[in-house]
């Protein structure tokens, strides 16, 4: 299956700062990754779709303007927290779909808001 | 949209049993179910998977069974290893084109040595 990166596994800002998190997909061109968010105890809830050349697609409730999301490439995608506080903290998974219908996770970045 | 709802939400086995977990689901849509095995601290992984057409399918020591009329889907883990302890979750999509995966509340699974 695909080979999902993300950078970094783990980060500590503190509040009001902004967090970049990177997915890349090591061996598979994606035109679409997907953005997860899993806290502690419960499953993982999606946060948006990243579309390669345009804009993100999100979930109801999820700030477009907090969340930022850049498919700047078929390979990355990129998520950027701004203005985090406290209740941001997550661990934020991020995924590719491959040929059919499966999807292949990245190992996740724990963000811990102080 | 769709709903998927798993069971149980904790299992304890002793190592050599067999291990069931079961999910529902509502979307009739839906026709690809895959099953990821979550570690702590790390991401989910895909270790098997049921489309639509497929009644049953196994894999060594694991094996998935749908049933459509009934909308549920099962996973079945046999012979556990204390390697196998992790948090499972199940998972349901109408596939490309739709492809949002809704998961599962997961089920942590515990085998005694």
């Known amino acids: 299956g695909a080979v999902v990166s993300q950078h970094p596994s783990r980060v500590i800002c503190k509040s009001g700062t902004s967090v970049k998190i990177e997915c890349r997909s090591l061996?598979?061109?994606?035109?679409?990754m997907f953005w997860y968010r899993q806290f502690p105890k419960q499953s993982l809830m999606l946060m948006a779709t990243?579309?390669?050349?345009?804009?993100?697609?999100?979930e109801q409730g999820v700030e477009k303007d907090k969340f930022l999301i850049n498919h700047a490439s078929l390979t990355l995608s990129t998520l950027t927290v701004t203005s985090a506080h406290p209740e941001d903290s997550s661990f934020y998974i991020c995924?590719?779909?491959?040929?059919?219908?499966?999807?292949?996770f990245g190992p996740g970045t724990r963000l811990t808001v102080l | 949209g769709e709903n998927v709802e798993q069971h149980p939400s904790t299992l304890s086995v002793q190592e050599g049993d067999s291990a069931v977990i079961k999910c529902t689901y509502s979307d009739s849509a839906s026709n690809y179910f895959p099953w990821y095995k979550q570690e702590l601290g790390k991401g989910p992984q895909l270790i098997i998977d049921?489309?639509?057409?497929?009644g049953e399918k196994k894999d060594q020591r694991i094996a998935v069974t749908l049933n459509k009329t009934a909308k549920h889907f099962s996973l079945h883990i046999t012979e556990t290893q204390p390697e196998d302890s992790a948090v499972y979750f199940c998972?349901?999509?109408?596939?490309?084109?739709?492809?949002?995966?809704?998961f599962g509340t997961g089920t942590r699974l515990t085998v005694i040595p």
């Open positions: 995924s590719v779909p491959a040929l059919l219908d499966e999807q292949f």
């Open positions: 990243s579309n390669e050349g345009s804009k993100a697609t999100y």
């Open positions: 049921i489309r639509s057409n497929v």
């Open positions: 998972a349901a999509t109408r596939g490309k084109g739709a492809n949002n995966l809704f």
């Open positions: 061996d598979f061109q994606a035109t679409t």
